[in-house]
Antibody
């Protein structure tokens, strides 16, 4: 069955960087767009970024442009999120989510999330 | 940027029908998707493209979308339906989520 597993979360100091990974299995990874979505403590869902099925197109939430970079490796069925210049406002659970099709722009499967805590 | 407005909370009696709205400018021209998030869990898709249910989602869940309002309807509400619900659209190269509605049964 479809599985998405995020890892690489943890506690990081403000101003530092962190890279999250998402390992996918149970479906043809290269046929689907992939997303990152985050949720701050006690808050709603916030979309972070999307990468197209072939990695050619990437879009980001306006508030995060320039600090976060999404990428993927279809041979390894992996997706990544490089996060730079982190602030306390980036503290959240980060979910990896699978697009229904190549680019349907909604999510039919989610991982369990990786906790990122930015604190000094 | 496009905005989606949801009520903060909705209450429904056991076995009755719950209605959760999602307001947006001409939202009827967009595809609306709905997610259920139970406490401490990842979200789950319950309705996609306005009124389609993924396999495994009970028929009690239905959706509609017209004008400036999309609606998620949960009939015969059960205790297990208690959760946060989010609507979502795609607009101008961005995914947009509503603020979420807490459903209390």
């Amino acid at each position: 069955q479809v599985q998405l597993v995020e890892f690489g979360g943890g506690v990081v100091q403000p101003g530092k960087s962190l890279r999250l990974s998402c390992e996918a299995s149970g479906f043809t990874f290269g046929n689907h767009g992939m997303h990152w979505v985050r949720q701050a403590p006690g808050k709603g869902l916030q979309w972070v970024a999307i990468i197209s099925y072939d990695g050619r197109n990437k879009y980001y939430a306006d508030s995060l442009k320039g600090r976060f970079t999404i990428s993927r490796d279809n041979l390894k069925s992996m997706m990544y999120l490089q996060m730079n210049s982190l602030t306390t406002e980036d503290t959240a659970i980060y979910y990896c989510a699978k697009d229904w099709m190549e680019t349907s722009y909604f999510f039919d499967r989610w991982g369990q999330g990786a906790q990122v805590t930015v604190s000094s | 940027s496009y905005e989606l407005t949801q009520p903060l909370s909705v209450s429904v009696a056991l076995g009755q029908t719950a209605t959760i709205t999602c307001g947006g400018n001409n939202i009827g021209t967009k595809n609306v998707h709905w997610y259920q998030q139970k406490s401490g869990q990842a979200p789950v898709l319950v309705i996609y493209r306005d009124n389609n249910r993924p396999s495994g989602v009970p028929e009690r869940f239905s959706g509609s979308n017209s004008g400036n309002t999309a609606t998620l309807t949960i009939s015969s509400a059960q205790a297990g339906d208690e959760a946060d619900y989010y609507c979502q659209v795609w607009d101008s190269r961005s995914v947009v989520f509503g603020g979420g509605t807490k459903l209390t049964v």
